[in-house]
Structures are given as C-alpha cells and as structure tokens.
T-cell receptor, first 113, second 115 residues
Framework: KNQVEQSPQSLIILEGKNCTLQCNYTVSPFSNLRWYKQDTGRGPVSLTIMTFSENTKSNGRYTATLDADTKQSSLHITASQLSDSASYICVVGTNNAGNMLTFGGGTRLMVKP | ETGVTQTPRHLVMGMTNKKSLKCEQHLGHNAMYWYKQSAKKPLELMFVYNFKEQTENNSVPSRFSPECPNSSHLFLHLHTLQPEDSALYLC??????????????FGDGTRLSIL
C-alpha cells in the first residue's frame, strides 16, 4: 500500500531559527515528490517538485532534499519567519496510469516571536 | 491569488438540504480535481476530470455528485449529507491529467458543516 509518513506532527520554533521536516514514503513506482505549504484557512501552495534524478531543490528559504534510495525527503526552513507558520504537506506521485498522488498527513509548524 | 476560485467559502447545511459547491480556474488548465480534507487526515482525492471527462471516482458515496460543464468550471452537488461529511473541500487544477511532475493549483476551499 502506498503511504507517506511525515514527522514531527507538530513543531514550535522561535523566529529566526532553522528547522527540518521529514517525509518517508513507500510509493511505487516513484515519479516525483512535492512539498506544499498550507496556511490556516487557505488551500495548499506548491513549494517544490523533485523527480527521481534530483536530490535537492530550493525555493527561497525553503530547501527540499530527496534520497530516492532510502525513500526519504526533508524540507529545511532557514531563518524562520512568523509567516512560515503553516502546515507542510509532503506528496509523492507515481508515473503509472493517472499519475496518482499520495498525501502525507502534514507537519504543523508554529513560529513564535 | 492562485487562479482557482471556490465559492462559497463557508457552508452550513442540514442533512436533508441540497447545495452545490463551485470551482472556477483561470489558468487554462484541462484537469480539475475535488479533494476532501478532514481534521488530522491526509487529503483524500474524490473526483478527477480531464478535458471535461470524469476519469476517476475514488469510491465516493453517491450523495456527492460532480459536474464539469467545461474545462474552467467544476461543481460538486451535495444532497442528503451525513455529519461525517463535514470537512474542507478543496478544488485543484493542473495542465493535464496523465502528465507527471506538474504542480496542482488549489483553491482556498469550502468549509462545509453538516448539522
């Protein structure tokens, strides 16, 4: 069964600090891995998409890594800001018929002043 | 502004009511999706439309009825819902179903509460 597990479920950090969110998956056949940011009361917004051949991708202060061998990904946030408070969702796509996406349960990040 | 607009943003209805959720995308995409997001659960894909044709129905109860009159508009018709249907319903679009590595663009959802 395809699954995406994220850790931690929630995290509180102080403004200006760095943090790393984890994603482990058992999705086959693997096609791509995505990270989304979802602010409270809003829809998810795409941060990064990585394919099998990519092991890192950045979007401003967000850097995603991918280890396709161990089926792990991380999202690193540098110099956190209050606006980074949100849920971060890891999503893994397959390349079989329909390009199915499997969603993780998300990590809820709170950045405090 | 994501280019995907959902209305209404909030909806409260009784179990015997009939209502519809609307989604409109201004991105020129050909695939549109309905998702259900319940508290503390991953997003669940409900329906997929590609070039106005329904390509997936993930065992969704018949009390949810989708409609896609054109590639820019998607509706979700609701009738005789149950309390467990209370959730955030998200609409998304992408360039085309079947092409990998495309981002999906989400609307801000309709928060549905069933009394």
């Amino acid at each position: 069964k395809n699954q995406v597990e994220q850790s931690p479920q929630s995290l509180i950090i102080l403004e200006g600090k760095n943090c790393t969110l984890q994603c482990n998956y058992t999705v086959s056949p693997f096609s791509n891995l995505r990270w989304y940011k979802q602010d409270t009361g809003r829809g998810p917004v795409s941060l990064t998409i990585m394919t099998f051949s990519e092991n890192t991708k950045s979007n401003g202060r967000y850097t995603a890594t991918l280890d396709a061998d161990t089926k792990q990904s991380s999202l690193h946030i540098t110099a956190s800001q209050l606006s980074d408070s949100a849920s971060y969702i890891c999503v893994v796509g397959t390349n079989n018929a329909g390009n199915m996406l499997t969603f993780g349960g998300g990590t809820r990040l709170m950045v405090k002043p | 502004e994501t280019g995907v607009t959902q209305t209404p943003r909030h909806l409260v209805m009784g179990m015997t009511n009939k209502k519809s959720l609307k989604c409109e995308q201004h991105l020129g995409h050909n695939a549109m999706y309905w998702y259900k997001q319940s508290a503390k659960k991953p997003l669940e894909l409900m329906f997929v439309y590609n070039f106005k044709e329904q390509t997936e129905n993930n065992s969704v109860p018949s009390r949810f009825s989708p409609e896609c009159p054109n590639s820019s508009h998607l509706f979700l018709h609701l009738h005789t819902l149950q309390p467990e249907d209370s959730a955030l319903y998200l609409c998304a679009s992408s360039q085309e179903r079947g092409i990998s590595n495309q981002p999906q663009h989400f609307g801000d959802g309709t928060r549905l509460s069933i009394l």
